[in-house]
Each structure stands twice: as structure tokens, then as C-alpha cells.
């Protein structure tokens, strides 16, 4: 799809402060990339291509935010968070979602010790640092609130008691989009949850050629080398998040963009923009904000510019723009929307 015409923004050079919420030194910012700069090669080194995935699954990390995917199967999604985990020193657990799956079976239960005479707490896989959640949508609602509840609160409750969950905390859920037989779709309250919703294509033919050929060399079944990055540099990061400057302009940017998913009527073609039914929350609002400064540290900047909010936008409103039946039977994606409110807005 057409990218956005090009800002004619101001850029802020580094290190000038222009009221920011918090200034970034030249060592921190040099710490950052250099924390990115491994992680992003650790992940190139196991999964071949996805490079929307690793920067989402990047971002995620920094935002403290959790990835919907929807894909067809055998696209990485398990090697990539996988990956992620080992090359971070972190846990990983997948949990592969049933319609008899119960919410014990992901947060965890009492079980009664026959030895002891007394309960004692088995804590379920959420209980980890990286959680694949595979087919989230095969599992039931009472499943799917009891995960989505830990995803908010970043803690489960078992027997009355309360267990925080390891930081850094990302769950990555999947969504097959070929069989619905036997699927409980996610709430569109629910899916706002999500910071953002990716959805994977095909590798190329070049991309596939080189799969076998480190299948071949043994590179994808060999375990993950073990880098410097550690939980403490992802909390580092996600400090350093909120230095992150931000101007003004670029704040009535983002707001004024969702504000037309909104009012869409008003600031597109009246023809596409019938085929909205409820527009953005204010949650996308911050999202974008977050997303934008994670961004902007992802390319070695300590300012957010207008290419940040713009680099995701995809993936942080696909699932927060709510289309009518009359979008699904002309078969209008909400990306094509999205282009159009872009392309509306005004970029400082």
C-alpha cells in the first residue's frame, strides 16, 4: 500500500531540549542501541524475513504491550517469540488453546498434598516472561477473560491470593483465519487490549530458498546463542521510554487522527467512510504515542518525528477500526481506510 506523503517537519537534534518530559544522555541512548542492534541480530540469525513481526515484538517489549497475530500456520510466529525469549535470558512457555481449555489450565490452581495435608499453588505458563498463546480464538470466553485480565492487571489471582507476573511480561496470541469450525472471535472490547495486531504473508521466494537452507545447515534447530541483553536491559528500555520528547504538534497529529476515525464522514470520501461503524478508542490514542517513542529509540533518536506515528499504523487500528457488514460483503479492508484518514491529515 501507498505510504503517506512526506513530512515537511522540524527535526530536534539530539540532546536539544525543547520541554520534553525528561532528557535522554548520549551513553543511555547509545546503551539503547546497542541493546537493540543485538537483539534485532539475534532475531535475524533464527527467523528469515517477518521483519514487521520482530518490530512489533520489539516494541511490545519497550511498550510493556501484548501482539494479536493472524496468520495461516507455519509463518514462526513460535520460533520468533521463542527466539525473543532465549535471546534475552527469558522464559517461554506456549500454550496451545482447545475448547476445553480452562482458565486454570493458563493462570494456574490449588491442588490438595496428600503428604502435607494442606493446598499448595501450582502457578499455570502465564507465569512467564514471553507467552504464545496459539488459536486464542479456539479457547472459550471464560478462558479468554481470565488471560486478557492477566494481559491488564499483569497479575492472576488464585484461591484469593495475588501473584504478579515476571517483568518483563509480553503475550504473543495467534488467530488462524482459514478455519472458523469450532472458534470463539474475540470481542472487539477485547481486541483493544492488544497494542497492536500483525498479520503475516507469506515469505518470498527468496525468503523460503534461504528457510531450507538453514534448515539444511542445522541453524534453525540449533539452540539460540545466548547474548548480553538481560530482563534488566527491556526494564531499562522501557524507563527510557518516557524520555522519549514528544512534541505538541505531533501529539494534535495523533489525536486528530483518530478523532477522524471518529468523524470519518467529515474528513474522507463519504463512500469509504460508510463502511465504518465505530471508530478508535482513546486507547489508540496512547498507544500511538507509546508505539511512535519506541520507534524513535528503535532508530537511535531521542525525539519522536512524524515517520514514527505513521510506521505502524496498520497494526495499531486494524482492530480498533470496527467495519459494518457492508465493508465485509464489498471486501473493504480496513487498511484501505486507514490510507484514506493518513492521507487526510495533515503532518506537521
Do not use: W
Not at 94 to 114: A, E, V
Amino acid at each position: 500500500m501507498e505510504q503517506p506523503n512526506t513530512p515537511t517537519s522540524t527535526i530536534r537534534q539530539p540532546g536539544q531540549v525543547l520541554g520534553s518530559i525528561g532528557s535522554i544522555s548520549p551513553e543511555d541512548l547509545a546503551r539503547s542501541k546497542q541493546i537493540v542492534d543485538t537483539l534485532k541480530a539475534s532475531f535475524s540469525a533464527k527467523v528469515v524475513g517477518q521483519e514487521n513481526l520482530r518490530t512489533s515484538l520489539l516494541v511490545a517489549l519497550m511498550v510493556g504491550g501484548h501482539v494479536l497475530l493472524e496468520s495461516v500456520p507455519g509463518l514462526a510466529k513460535t520460533t520468533a517469540a521463542q527466539t525473543l525469549a532465549e535471546s534475552i535470558s527469558a522464559t517461554f512457555k506456549r500454550i496451545q488453546c482447545t475448547p476445553d481449555l480452562l482458565p486454570s489450565d493458563i493462570i494456574g490452581t490449588q491442588l490438595y498434598d496428600y503428604s502435607k495435608g494442606q493446598f499448595k499453588t501450582e502457578l499455570g505458563p502465564v507465569h512467564s516472561n514471553f507467552v504464545l498463546l496459539d488459536e486464542i480464538n479456539r479457547s472459550s470466553a471464560k478462558t479468554q477473560s481470565a488471560m486478557l485480565e492477566a494481559m491488564q492487571e499483569k497479575q492472576t489471582s488464585i484461591a484469593g491470593q495475588v501473584y504478579k507476573l515476571p517483568q518483563p511480561f509480553i503475550v504473543l496470541a495467534t488467530q488462524n483465519p482459514v478455519e472458523q469450525e469450532g472458534t470463539y472471535e474475540l470481542p472487539e472490547a477485547q481486541l483493544d487490549r492488544f497494542l497492536l495486531k500483525e498479520i503475516l504473508a507469506y515469505p518470498t521466494v527468496v525468503e523460503e530458498v534461504e528457510i531450507l537452507r538453514r534448515i539444511d545447515s542445522g541453524v534453525l534447530t540449533a539452540p539460540t546463542e545466548p547474548t548480553t541483553v538481560t530482563p534488566a536491559d527491556i526494564l531499562f528500555l522501557q524507563t527510557l521510554l518516557g524520555k522519549v520528547y514528544a512534541d505538541d504538534s505531533i501529539k494534535n497529529y495523533i489525536v486528530n487522527i483518530v478523532n477522524a476515525t471518529r468523524n470519518a464522514s467529515t474528513v474522507i470520501d463519504p463512500n469509504v467512510a460508510k463502511y465504518i461503524q465505530y471508530g478508535a478508542s482513546p486507547r489508540a490514542s496512547i498507544t500511538f504515542q507509546q508505539v511512535s517513542r519506541a520507534i524513535a529509540l528503535l532508530e537511535g533518536r531521542d525525539h519522536v518525528i512524524p515517520e514514527d506515528v505513521q510506521k505502524l499504523r496498520y497494526s495499531i487500528l486494524r482492530h480498533r477500526i470496527i467495519l459494518n457488514f457492508e465493508a465485509v460483503a464489498d471486501q473493504v479492508h480496513s487498511e484501505v481506510i486507514i490510507d484514506a484518514i493518513f492521507g487526510a491529515i495533515k503532518t506537521p
